[in-house]
């Protein structure tokens, strides 16, 4: 592999002369390779047909072997389990998030972190998703989707704009920050062609005004896990140095404690003459980070480290309304999005009460702790649940992603031939008499989990899958 000269000398610097070469061999061996079970769908990795060994830093992450193509199974698209680099597990196991916290995926796509924080929340919280790039935004939003999250807002903004719409709002707040991609140089040729010493610096200054941001929308005794895939000190320790002198109100608290294991720890001889000389206190706050180096485990490079807000005063947050009151439910619409939920959903109460709005003619069930919606890009303000059509409703595809055969009057159990061809977009034929008396919308499962929605037509379900996500296996 042909890495760049000036990396090749700065790493020599930082490294022995043996662990240098360890370090340099480990660009020949095989990549990492994983993926980490969605615990809103599964409850273990014995659901999956794979073999599967446990990542050590992430209790929902396994090892997967690539030639099982697990990317291309039909229990992927039902969303049980969403492929991610292993190293890359450790960010959102950081940030230890409890099922009643409001936390924020600052630098979200493509979703491996937001759907790891969405499997901790475990469908209560808030989880608020947020990617600059519209169409990177995109792929944030339908892998939301897939997974059946329902508790989650997908944001395309920047990150000044974030904070002055949640000033002091988040509990846990993730900052996996734009990079130099060091860490990502064995499985991305396009990372080492990108690579330049000034692009590092460049990357730090960003870095330091997303964290700059990112404090602001903190509440008090709230948590920011910064993380990076690069080796370059400029982007980590020097990073961390620099946030603890600018807000001394914060604190690290050391991986160990969190995570529960020794792996690799942030190194104050990293850090350049600019940042020296470094006291106690800072020197034991870069020891507290995470350092994940190739040639050490089994993934990538990565940096990650956990700062706590010391309680106390901070800024006020503006109390928001909960609704914009210009796309709210009518008592009408919602009399009639009752009545056509009770054709096909088992228990309607759970939806009668709750708080919606219009985006154009789609409608969704916007989350119980999500502020007004007015003033902030979004791509997806909530769980879609329906599209609005003349003088009816047409269940949304997410909402199917959602729900589990329990919650439906009808679902059909596919058969793998009849789940990829579900997936395709051809109709399925019903050949017993599971469905003999259903009538309208049906929830297409396969090995319990829902695929989408089917409407059937006397032995025929009729496909609804969206043309967009049809796959030819």
């Not at 060091?182 to 062609?193: H, L, N, P, S, T």
């Not at 909530?382 to 919650?407: S, V």
Request: with cysteine.
């Amino acid at each position: 592999m042909n890495l760049p000269e000036k990396f090749i000398e700065r790493m020599k610097s930082m490294l022995s002369p043996e662990e240098f070469e360890l370090f340099n061999a480990s660009y020949s061996d095989e990549k990492s390779y994983g993926l980490r079970i969605n615990p809103l769908k599964i409850k273990s990795q014995d659901a999956l047909p794979f073999f599967l060994s446990p990542v050590p830093w992430a209790k929902e992450g396994f090892y997967a072997v690539p030639d099982e193509k697990p990317g291309r199974h039909v229990l992927h698209e039902a969303g049980a389990y969403y492929i991610q680099e292993p190293s890359a597990m450790s960010v959102a196991a950081l940030s230890d998030a409890k099922p009643s916290d409001i936390v924020c995926d600052l630098c979200a796509a493509p979703g491996g972190k937001s759907t790891q924080l969405a499997g901790m929340l475990d469908g209560n919280g808030l989880l608020v998703s947020n990617e600059i790039f519209g169409q990177r935004a995109k792929i944030l939003s339908q892998n939301i989707e897939r997974l059946g999250i329902s508790n989650a807002v997908v944001c395309n903004e920047t990150p000044e704009n974030m904070a002055k719409f949640f000033p002091a709002f988040f509990d846990k707040i993730i900052v996996d920050a734009p990079c130099s991609g060091e860490g990502m140089f064995r499985k991305d040729d396009v990372a080492i062609e990108e690579w330049t010493s000034e692009n590092v610096a460049l990357c730090a200054q960003r870095q330091r005004s997303i964290l700059s941001q990112a404090q602001n929308m903190l509440k008090p005794d709230g948590v920011i896990v910064y993380s990076t895939c690069t080796f370059a000190p400029a982007e980590n320790e020097e990073i961390l140095v620099w946030f603890l002198r600018e807000y001394p109100d914060f604190c690290v608290e050391d991986y160990h404690d969190i995570l529960g294991i020794d792996i690799s720890s942030g190194n104050p001889d990293f850090v350049s003459e600019e940042f020296k000389p470094l006291t106690d206190d800072e020197k034991t706050a870069i020891k507290g980070s995470l350092r994940l180096w190739p040639h050490k485990i089994k993934g990538e490079g990565h940096f990650a480290v956990r700062l706590r807000k010391n309680g106390g005063e901070t800024a006020t947050q503006k109390k928001k309304k909960k609704s914009s009151g210009k796309n709210i439910l009518s008592k009408s619409d919602r009399k009639q999005l009752v009545e056509f939920l009770a054709e096909f959903i088992n228990d309607t109460d759970l939806y009668a009460d709750r708080r919606y709005e219009y985006f154009g003619d789609e409608l969704y069930l916007i989350p119980d702790k999500m502020p007004e919606l007015k003033g902030i890009k979004l791509l997806r303000p909530g769980l879609h649940i329906a599209t609005r059509k003349k003088n009816r409703f047409e269940p949304a595809h997410a909402f199917a992603k959602y729900l589990k055969p329990t919650d439906v009057k009808y679902s059909f159990e596919c058969s793998d031939e009849q789940a990829e061809k579900y997936l395709h977009g051809d109709v399925i034929q019903i050949t017993d008499n599971s469905l003999n008396n259903a009538k309208g919308f049906v929830l297409v499962c396969f090995k319990g989990l829902s695929l989408g929605w089917g409407k059937i037509t006397n032995n025929t379900i009729k496909n609804h899958y969206p043309k967009g996500l049809r796959i030819n296996y």
